[in-house]
Antibody, heavy 121, light 108 residues
Framework: EVQLVESGGGLVQPGGSLRLSCASS????????MSWVRQAPEKGLQWVSG????????SYADSVKGRFTISRDNSKNSLYLEMNSLRAEDTAIYYC??????????????WGQGTQVTVSS | EVVLTQSPGTLSLSPGEGATLSCRAS???????LAWYQQKPGQAPRLLIH???SRAAGIPDRFSGSGSGTDFTLTISRLEPEDFAVYYC?????????FGGGTKVEIK
């Protein structure tokens, strides 16, 4: 059974930093692309970033480009999202999601339960 | 960036009725790289349909997807109580991946 467990969320001040992690199990991690998707309170889904199975191909939404960095450690079956220069509008639940394919441009077949990030003074 | 517009925003129906949800893309979606997700309150999204019309594993056959180019449809043939939720379409033909704003299917 595929399991994705996010951690690292919390309350941070504007301009601050946070690092999210996603621990995976139940599948060969390096064979699949992974993405981060967020959902602001009472809002819809927004794709944030994706990384290919090898980590060699990375994409970001324009709203986070230059502030967020996605990475993965296939030896630890883990996905990460380093978030810097956080803004109030980054407040959301952040989901880790497994792609159907090895490449970033893929549908997202498995999702974690999410971790809450709140940016507020 | 491909912008997806979903309609209607809210659909009020009774159990047993059929539902038709629309997703329109701002430009043609290549090779039908269009997916549909279901999200219930307090839960993560669940993949229902990929490649516009292929059901994901374990999804009941009352859910079906159709369409091509810029116009796509999710049809639920007979609403079960557990189908009342928010539905999102997603484009994944190229980066950035984008989602529609969602359609809420609520009990009438």
């Amino acid at each position: 059974e595929v399991q994705l467990v996010e951690s690292g969320g919390g309350l941070v001040q504007p301009g601050g930093s946070l690092r999210l992690s996603c621990a995976s199990s139940g599948f060969t991690f390096g064979n699949y692309a992974m993405s981060w998707v967020r959902q602001a309170p009472e809002k819809g889904l927004q794709w944030v970033s994706g990384i290919s199975g090898s980590g060699g191909s990375i994409s970001y939404a324009d709203s986070v480009k230059g502030r967020f960095t996605i990475s993965r450690d296939n030896s630890k079956n883990s996905l990460y999202l380093e978030m810097n220069s956080l803004r109030a509008e980054d407040t959301a639940i952040y989901y880790c999601a497994k792609a159907t394919l090895y490449v970033v441009i893929s549908d997202l077949v498995n999702w974690g339960q999410g971790t809450q990030v709140t940016v507020s003074s | 960036e491909v912008v997806l517009t979903q309609s209607p925003g809210t659909l009020s129906l009774s159990p047993g009725e059929g539902a038709t949800l629309s997703c329109r893309a701002s430009q043609s979606v290549s090779s039908s790289y269009l997916a549909w997700y279901q999200q219930k309150p307090g839960q993560a999204p669940r993949l229902l349909i990929h490649a516009a019309s292929s059901r994901a594993a374990g999804i009941p056959d009352r859910f079906s997807g159709s369409g091509s180019g810029t116009d796509f449809t999710l049809t639920i043939s007979r609403l079960e109580p557990e189908d009342f939720a928010v539905y999102y379409c997603q484009h994944y033909g190229r980066s950035p991946l984008t989602f529609g704003g969602g359609t809420k299917v609520e009990i009438k």
